[in-house]
């Protein structure tokens, strides 16, 4: 079982939704991230939240909209997504954000597998 | 700056076999190096990583890995395949911070009965 959960573990949208995914762990961790994964691709990180702060966004459009309400959770606000959008999306943590700690790996949640029509 | 490389995008062994995935590596600072396996429908585990205080490191499901710091290279090896490996895997370089950590293409590994 993995220690980060990530809700809905499928979602289907229209490209006028509005919808989120959820992701929680209870490890302790202090650094969340999104990443986008298309098939047979290695994942591309989205964004990095530090200390519950948005520390690094990789140039993402503003239809994705990360939020991290505390420690524990990540969102990842969904509107006007393209069909382009379509992919797994996961959820990551990790113990100690920061320069000066670069062994500590990531911990991956399951994904949510977006469709969008 | 850091890159991976992974060579060959599809490796398949016969049950039994030896599983040999080749990843090499470039870092301007000492590496911090992981694998990561990804089963259909699941997101990445880690596997093993290197973070220099050995050079064989060994990881789950009876998988190692060397580093070759001559040959900036990486490998994972285990020696008798099994069904159940069969599965996507990752190579990663850490960056600063390990949410930038720089992935390999991946290999798909295929175990044939």
């Known amino acids: 079982d993995t220690e980060v959960t990530q809700t809905p573990k499928h979602l289907v949208m229209g490209m006028t939704n509005k919808k989120s995914l959820k992701c929680e762990q209870h490890?302790?961790?202090?650094?969340m991230y999104w990443y986008k994964q298309k098939a047979k691709k290695p994942p591309e990180l989205m964004f990095v939240?530090?200390?519950?702060?948005?520390?690094i966004n990789e140039s993402v459009p503003s239809r994705f909209s990360p939020e991290c309400p505390n420690s524990s959770l990540l969102n990842l606000h969904l509107h006007a997504l393209q069909p382009e959008d379509s992919a797994l999306y996961l959820c990551a943590s990790s113990p100690t954000p920061g320069q000066g700690v670069r062994n500590s790996p990531l911990h991956f949640g399951n994904g949510t597998r977006l469709t969008v029509t | 700056a850091q890159s991976v490389t992974q060579l060959g995008s599809h490796v398949s062994v016969s049950e039994g076999a030896l599983v040999l995935l080749r990843c090499n590596y470039s870092?301007?600072?000492?590496?911090?190096l992981f694998w990561y396996v990804q089963y259909p429908n699941q997101g990445l585990q880690l596997l093993l990583k290197y973070t220099s205080a050995a050079t064989l490191v060994k990881g789950i499901n009876g998988f190692e890995a060397e580093f070759k710091k001559s040959e900036t290279s990486f490998h994972l090896t285990k020696p008798s395949a099994h069904m159940s490996d069969a599965a996507e895997y990752f190579c990663a370089v850490s960056g600063t911070n390990a949410g930038k950590s720089t992935f390999g293409d991946g290999t798909t590994l295929t175990v044939k009965p």
């Open positions: 490890m302790g961790h202090r650094a």
């Open positions: 870092s301007s600072v000492p590496p911090y």
């Open positions: 939240y530090s200390y519950e702060k948005l520390s």
